[in-house]
T-cell receptor, first 112, second 115 residues
């Protein structure tokens, strides 16, 4: 399974933008790039996903490099509730099922 | 909205005991998954199912069994519990149809300690 590389931790201030990087140099053409986040003592929560083009939703934006070997999750205006572990995941469908391979993620701290 | 429901939330087992973690979803999802998460680590896939009656191994299946007799339920069985199975277990589900076809929904987790 293709792996992703993320910084162990990042810190930002409330109401400022946050850019969370992810490297996935072994990505294959059919792999989707997914981001999930996990708040303490909770299950992971879907944030955003993309294949080739940049994506926006109500939670975040996903910027994907042209060669697809890296991507960046952008939180436009961080709040204290955004403090979580963020996982960048390459998703491949097996028999239709989405097999997510989680790394250790980036622990994001938001300062008031 | 119930979503994915797991029971029990907390359990302490003695070495060698067996138990079943229950998982049910009310979203009519075809695909269901069991993950485990050790402290400070990401989740690892134990088993998954693409529909009723069909299951397959994930990354770390040893020591576990699953069944999928209905679309809604996907129980995870631990036989002969070992300390290495102390972990947090997450059940998840998704569908390929609709606007949320790429979203996997996770339960709140089951904390299991084997002593």
């Amino acid at each position: 399974d293709a792996k992703t590389t993320q910084p162990n931790s990042m810190e930002s201030n409330e109401e400022e933008p946050v850019h969370l990087p992810c490297n996935h140099s072994t990505i294959s053409g059919t792999d989707y790039i997914h981001w999930y986040r996990q708040l303490p003592s909770q299950g992971p929560e879907y944030v955003i996903h993309g294949l080739t083009s940049n994506v926006n939703n109500r939670m975040a934006s996903l910027a994907i490099a042209e060669d697809r070997k890296s991507s960046t999750l952008i939180l436009h205006r961080a709040t204290l509730r955004d403090a979580a572990v963020y996982y960048c995941i390459l998703s491949r469908r097996i028999q239709g099922a989405q097999k997510l391979v989680f790394g250790q993620g980036t622990r994001l701290t938001i300062n008031p | 909205n119930a979503g994915v429901t797991q029971t029990p939330k907390f359990r302490i087992l003695k070495i060698g005991q067996s138990m079943t973690l229950q998982c049910t979803q009310d979203m009519n999802h075809n695909y269901m998954y069991w993950y485990r998460q050790d402290p400070g680590m990401g989740l690892k896939l134990i088993y998954y199912s693409v529909g009723a009656g069909i299951t397959d191994k994930g990354e770390v299946p040893n020591g576990y069994n699953v069944s999928r007799s209905t679309t809604e339920d996907f129980p995870l069985r631990l036989e002969l519990a070992a300390p290495s199975q102390t972990s947090v277990y997450f059940c998840a589900s998704n569908t390929l149809t609709g606007t949320s076809g790429n979203t996997i929904y996770f339960g709140e987790g089951s904390w299991l300690t084997v002593v």
